[in-house]
């Protein structure tokens, strides 16, 4: 007989939904916010994305191939993204070496350890830029002036956050349009509201992700520098200017949009997305408003991914017919 | 438009190939053997031996039990064998072989095509014909008819559903039988309707099959008794679960409840056509309609077939199996059997025969989970698969059964959205045998 | 200097608390418990198989310590002279067991079983097998897929690839009995073990008649009772169309092993009886068992 008879369990076709696919979409999603970030910073953006990139991808092949002696999987695009999100996370002008330093920390400390994809505790990317800003404080923090034309002066070499935290600036002065598509300082990754949340839509649009964590995360934020605002100072204008600046400023959307929703370090319900989220959202202002740091979106998601173990066991999805 | 609360997908349907065609009546078969265990519950028993001569629609095998059905001759000729043969999944199981000698009926059954509209059975009469007749769930579950309308003492039906849903995609027999056989379907509903005792019937139909939800109200006409309700296209609207949670916004809780439960008894559309043929013409469930698709089948058709023809018969009338890897699958795509044995012969609960050829055939490389939650999110009875997956793998039964297994409807959406290609289903389904294995010897000590 | 008479001293007085509290709590919360349940466990192999019925070492070792008639309690790991140690230490009467050792009682291998279907589900013996025949036409046969390899806690098992078949590292094997109950066919069986590992049993365990066998297998048992009417012993029963050669009656006579026309009945670590009148037909049986 000219056939072969294959026999497997049902159900017998496939969705076409692959990891590759997955992790691709995220990657296209950054993609508004990395050309943003060469138009303000240049070319060195590029470089940096480009050593961050190939290191990961490059140590990943290398620990499966001689380390780990497990199928080869730098193909499902798993590394590149967390090479992307480790450089959105720095400084358009830090030294390439420590880029390097940073990936070695991303793939041989917060990854394969665990087991590789699917088993970190940690999102790789944050846990690198964490490593980097406490060894390397000085060339983390030191952010280059953006070339753009028509950019705010007095933010050179400080982020919003920085300038906020010393008492520089008053909110009702910051420039909330420049902040929303990319005139201000910062990791460059972070810097363009804009360009980011366009990449949310096309993930939301995709069904990559769900609402369910960035929301729950910026409106947690919100209602908690309004609630700060109003304490502090009464209500008035502030009430309002606080939290949009709390949401334009720093990591806010790049964390809760890209970095949060990251599928490993994440819960697996939508009760458990929303109480991550909600934590995130709170130890973010925490750290913000009373903390040694000026921005704390880092700290928060890697605080709340070791929670997330507990939240998978606990959170259970509404089962069908339960009341 | 109305769908069930949580989870389910949406594969491509592929009812394209098959759908435009009318169900044609495949010849009668040289040879049947006809399996004594098609239907959920005890096999039946056989009540002719070898030599006895039949004639079709006679009685050859006897229902176990209450929880059984009967099985008449399909055709008319000799038994040449009361034995084990193989059946699609190549294992042994009691059949009777019949060999075919011209086409002769029982007396009792009325052949003729015309509409008998009027039925003035007691509720129990019905029930006792449908008994009779071996009726079954024709739409995959093979639930004895007879058992789910034999409403509990204390319990009381409010409406009656008929499943029109044909969620699984590729199979169209379902939706030729509204279309063509839709005067039936509805006199056979008010049948059911009678023998549960309620006042209303809602039809539900998927949004894909417009025409059929038009040709249905156009036969109901002004009577308010029976709706016809167009749902949401969905996998798996037709879980009866799914389908009265949409239809009437009720939420049958985890086993052992069942949807009497919340009032609701659901029938398949083909089934109530079995019930009219037999509560009005005196017919027993000989043979059904039965798509043969795919996308490599050269001519797909929907084929009235009588139970116990080999399924080999029914490729070869629609053009053969194609060349090379082929899953040949007895249902459909998401929750059909595949066969190792094209021998296999038509069964009741057989509603079409899906032939995934080439690539398509095969699976996808398994890789690691990224816990991306699709499969939670996927998974219509809110249970969680990958954990479900991992504890099987484990062997953790116990952990397994406080999440929940036994709500497993089995309809494969988590393994169908999987990104890593996990066979997700596999091991889930493994537990669920399991830990119900588990739960009915504890349940046996008791 | 302060500064560092300070800390010193700060965490000599923290460390010094916290073991205060430790010992306390652990007083409080101590558990009363037999202290030669330690010892026996200690005495025990501690590969925590489950073998025994008990979910570890210690579960055994506690019934031990605890039941007065120890004689249905048995780690098959540590064998009569761990059970006999433990029992001097108990005092009370040692429980014995043959050894045995586990044997896979299937011989169709690739060329001798067609293969008719390929199988592409999970690899698990137990979901293939509640889903369908398997990849042969044998609904008996081993399926190949090693549930019995992963629920082997001593590495005593494999799955050759060239004959699709599990082996047992007689060697390795501890006759825990973790495979028997992994294996949904029900081909494993824990045998009586023989000096050097020797061994003579129907590696077969098909119930089908002997024509579907023989279609199916041309390795299989088929019934045909050669071999019960040779043997001297009374060791071999056919019921279902298949032979069985009980291992507490079987003296290894090898009698029944040139019987068999299809060469089920298996032969290990013994020399081929040459019967005298036709030597060369034998030979060629042998062989075939062999292969």
Known sequence: MANRFLVAPAPHVHGHLSTQRLMGDVIIALLPALIVSVRVFGWNVLAITAV?????????????????????????LSAVLTGLLLAFNLPANIPLWIVVIGAVVAICVAKMPFGGLGKNLFNPALAARVFLLIAYPVQMTSFPTPTIEGFADAYSGATPLGAAKAGLVAFGEVDTVGMFTGAMGGSFGEISTLALLLGFA??????????????????????????????????????????????????????????ATDYVTSPMTRKGMLIYGVGIGAITMLIRLWGAYPEGMSFAILIMNSVVPLINKYVKPKRFGAR | MKTFPIGGVHPSDNKQWSKGSAIEVMELPDVVSIPLAQHIGAPATAVVAKGDKVVTGQL?????????????????????????????????????????????????????????????????????????????????????????????????????IINGVECEPYLTSDYRTMLERGQMLIVGTRILMRAIGVERAVIGVEANKPDAVKHLRSIVGDDKSIGVMMLKTQYPQGGEKQLIAAVMNREVPAPPALPIDVGAVVCNASTAVAVYEAVQKNKPLIERVVTVTGKSVKEPKNLLTRFGTPVSALVEKCGGLPEGDVRVLNGGPMMGRALCNVAMPVMKGCSGITIISGKEALRG?????????????????????????????????????????????????????????????????????????????????? | MNTLIFTIITLFVIGVVSALILYFVAQKFKVEEDPRIDDVEKMLPGANCGGCGFPGCRGLATALVENEDISSLYCSVGGDPCMGAIAAYLGKAAPKKEPMVATIRCGGTCDKRPRTNTYLGA??????????????????????????????????????????????????????????????????????????????????????????TMKACKAGCIGCSKCLKVCEFGAITVENGLAYIDHTKCRLCRKCVGECPTGAIKMIGLAPLVKKEEPKAEAAKVENKEA
Not at chain 2, 87 to 114: C, F, H, P, V, Y
Not at chain 2, 119 to 136: Q, Y
Not at chain 3, 146 to 167: H, K, Q, S, W, Y
């Open chain 1, 52 to 76: 961050s990139v190939a290191s990961c991808v490059l140590l990943e092949f290398l620990v499966q191939k001689f380390l780990v002696k497990g199928p080869l999987t730098v193909n499902n």
């Open chain 2, 365 to 446: 490389e398994e890789s690691a989970c990224i816990k991306c939650a699709k499969c939670v999110e996927a998974c219509p009875m809110g249970l969680e698969p990958y954990l479900l997956s991992k504890q099987a793998r484990k062997r953790a039964w116990d952990a397994m059964e406080s999440n929940d297994i036994t709500s497993c409807i089995e309809c494969g959406c988590c393994q169908f959205t999987c990104p890593a290609n996990i066979p997700l289903l596999d091991y889930v389904r493994l537990g669920k045998q399991t830990v119900m294995g588990i739960i009915r010897a504890r349940n046996a000590k008791k």
């Open chain 2, 60 to 160: 050859i095998a006897e229902a176990a039990g209450f929880m059984s059905a009967n099985i008449h001759a399909p055709i008319s000729g000799t038994v040449t064998a009361v034995d084990m043969q193989p059946n699609g999944q190549g294992l042994r199981q009691m059949m009777i072989t019949i060999k075919r000698e011209g086409d002769e009926w029982a007396e009792s059954i009325d052949r003729s095509t015309e509409l008998v509209t009027e039925c003035n059975l007691s509720s129990k009469e019905i029930i006792e014909r449908i008994k009779a007749a071996g009726i079954v769930g024709m739409g995959g579950a093979t639930f004895p008819t007879h058992v789910k309308l034999s409403i509990p003492e204390g319990k009381k039906a409010e409406l009656l």
């Open chain 3, 123 to 212: 690899t698990s013996c137990a979901i293939a097998s509640s889903l369908y025949v398997g990849e042969t036409a044998c609904a008996y046969g081993c399926l190949g897929y090693g549930d019995c390899v992963e629920a082997c806690a001593f590495d005593a098992i494999r799955i050759n690839p060239e004959t699709g078949l599990a082996e047992v590292d007689a060697d390795k094997c501890t006759a825990c009995g973790a495979c028997v109950k992994a294996c949904p066919k029900g081909i494993i069986e824990l045998r009586k073990r023989w000096p050097k590992n020797r061994a003579i049993y129907v590696s077969c365990v098909s119930k089908d008649k002997g024509a579907v």
């Open chain 1, 202 to 259: 096309y993930l939301l649009m995709r069904r990559v992700i769900t609402w369910h964590i960035p929301v729950s995360i910026l409106g947690t934020m919100a209602a908690f520098a309004a609630i700060y605002a109003v304490a502090t100072q009464g209500f008035g204008s502030v009430a309002w200017q606080m939290p949009l600046f709390h949401l334009l400023a720093g990591g806010a959307i790049l964390g809760a949009v890209y970095m």
